[in-house]
T-cell receptor, first 111, second 113 residues
């Protein structure tokens, strides 16, 4: 499978703490994206990082990409209860217009 | 109010029945995608279309069919051949080409009676 796989499957933290989730994938990619899904809803794009980038920031989000290890991490700083959701990484398959999603990390931020 | 709309929100299918899920976008995007999501799982690609009148099978196309007669519309039919259709179905679009962000609709939950 080309899918990215997130780790951990579930994460429970207190409001104000940082949350880190990881994604591993198997083959060469053009880019890696992180999405968020609130329960029973569609996915919302958070951030895209290209294969020639190592780190990217967007507000309280920080994404890193290590192509040598085929892995990425998403850090959410100063988490809020509203960050409670499932987070998915998605990788494209090099030179193909398809995306592969992992099974997600379910984040619970307790107020 | 631009975006992707999916209807209905909930759909019930009887044994042996074909049902069609609607997906419409007014983003002028070229590419559209259908995914299936099972509880606690990630998304699996059913079909995708890069341009009008053209589409390709994804990883789990068996028991499904699509059409792309208009740029804005990419309906998915779940046929009676799909023996386990209960799932959450998500439609997405991208402007086209590689390295693009996907925009998702709100999803349709299909249940079997």
């Amino acid at each position: 499978s080309q899918q990215g796989e997130e780790d951990p499957q579930a994460l429970s933290i207190q409001e104000g703490e940082n949350a880190t989730m990881n994604c591993s994938y198997k083959t060469s990619i053009n880019n890696l994206q992180w999405y968020r899904q609130n329960s029973g809803r569609g996915l919302v794009h958070l951030i895209l990082i290209r294969s020639n980038e190592r780190e990217k920031h967007s507000g309280r989000l920080r994404v890193t990409l290590d192509t040598s290890k085929k892995s990425s991490s998403l850090l959410i700083t100063a988490s809020r209860a509203a960050d409670t959701a499932s987070y998915f990484c998605a990788t494209d398959q090099y030179n193909f217009n398809k995306f592969y999603f992992g099974s997600g990390t379910k984040l619970n931020v307790k107020p | 109010d631009g975006g992707i709309t999916q209807s209905p929100k909930y759909l019930f299918r009887k044994e042996g029945q074909n049902v069609t899920l609607s997906c419409e976008q007014n983003l002028n995007h070229d590419a559209m995608y259908w995914y299936r999501q099972d509880p606690g799982q990630g998304l699996r690609l059913i079909y995708y279309s890069q341009i009008v009148n053209d589409f390709q099978k994804g990883d789990i196309a068996e028991g499904y069919s699509v059409s792309r007669e208009k740029k804005e519309s990419f309906p998915l039919t779940v046929t009676s051949a799909q023996k386990n259709p209960t799932a959450f179905y998500l439609c997405a679009s991208t402007p086209g080409g590689l390295q693009e962000t996907q925009y998702f609709g709100p999803g349709t939950r299909l249940l079997v009676l």
